[in-house]
């Protein structure tokens, strides 16, 4: 997706005014033009949150403003959700969750739209979800594959911990995981619980999906 800067920056003072109608224009008109929702969804609103995540950090803006970009681009995802409900569904199903104590769930509800955009029944769980709660959950769903997700750095003894939990239970499901706590590694953590993988971004997934067999 090339989308220009100028436009970019528009799109970004618009979120960060809380013009919610001027965010829903920028993404009618992407989606008029054939854009994808996957190249929507980074190019767009997680290239913009990570702005305001700088901003945020540099005390430029608020916590208010950030909770209002956050709030505007979950609408604007439910916006693009329309293009969903038209694609044939392939039999395969995934559960989508965050760790305990994370309440990032924005990056997790675009892997969740990835894999339903791909024809997949999830089940999105959200923020914080405890290990007892989801393992009981993969009892009744019995997906073909779970996703975690995980932003926070400190948190990373919970995603361990629940791995661990998650492996004595479901010893073979496939489990995907990603999030900006992995950004500077940590990957080598994981490589005593079996047929798991990282994935960077719904880019990325997008191809793994394309590519899945079970
Ligand atoms: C919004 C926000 C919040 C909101 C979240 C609300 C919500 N509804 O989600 C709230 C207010 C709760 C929050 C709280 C905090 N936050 Co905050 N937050 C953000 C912000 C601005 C945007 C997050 C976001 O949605 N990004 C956009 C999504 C799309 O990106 P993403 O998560 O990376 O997801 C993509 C990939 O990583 C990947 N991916 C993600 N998950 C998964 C899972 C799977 C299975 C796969 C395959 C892929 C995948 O695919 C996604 C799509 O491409 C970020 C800034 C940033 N850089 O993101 C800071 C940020 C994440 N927060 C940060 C911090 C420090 C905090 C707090 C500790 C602040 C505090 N002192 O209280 C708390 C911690 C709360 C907690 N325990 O979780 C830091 C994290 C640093 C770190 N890595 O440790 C960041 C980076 C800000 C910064 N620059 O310092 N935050």
Redo the contacts with the bound molecule.
């Keep these: 997706m090339i989308l220009p800067d100028s436009l970019y920056e528009n799109y970004r003072e618009a979120l960060l005014s809380g013009n919610r109608n001027r965010c829903q224009s920028f993404v009618q008109i992407l989606i008029g033009n054939g854009e994808s929702v996957e190249n929507i ?2 190019h767009l ?2 290239r913009a ?2 702005d ?3 901003l ?2 540099l005390n430029k803006i608020t916590v208010a403003t ?2 209002m970009a ?1 709030a505007i681009t ?1 609408y604007l995802m439910i916006l693009c959700q329309q293009e969903l409900f038209s694609t044939q569904r392939v039999g395969k199903r995934a559960v ?1 969750a965050c760790t305990a ?8 509800r ?2 969740a739209d990835t894999f339903e955009m791909h024809g997949w029944d999830t089940w999105f769980l959200g ?1 914080n979800t405890p290990s007892k709660d989801l393992i009981n959950l993969i009892q009744d769903k019995q997906p073909d594959l779970l ?3 995980l ?4 948190n990373h003894h919970h995603f361990l911990r629940m791995l661990t939990q998650l492996r004595e239970a479901f010893p073979d499901l496939p489990i ?6 992995f950004r500077w590694g940590g990957s080598s953590l994981m490589s005593g619980y079996g047929n798991i993988r990282h ?4 880019i990325t ?1 997008k191809e793994f999906i394309e590519n899945y067999s079970i």
């Design positions: 969804y980074f609103f997680q949150l990570y305001v995540g700088k945020w950090e950030e909770h956050t979950e989508i104590n994370e309440y990032h769930q924005v990056g997790a675009m892997v923020s996703g975690l997700s932003s926070i750095y400190f995907i995981y990603g999030g900006q706590a994935i960077e971004s719904v997934l």
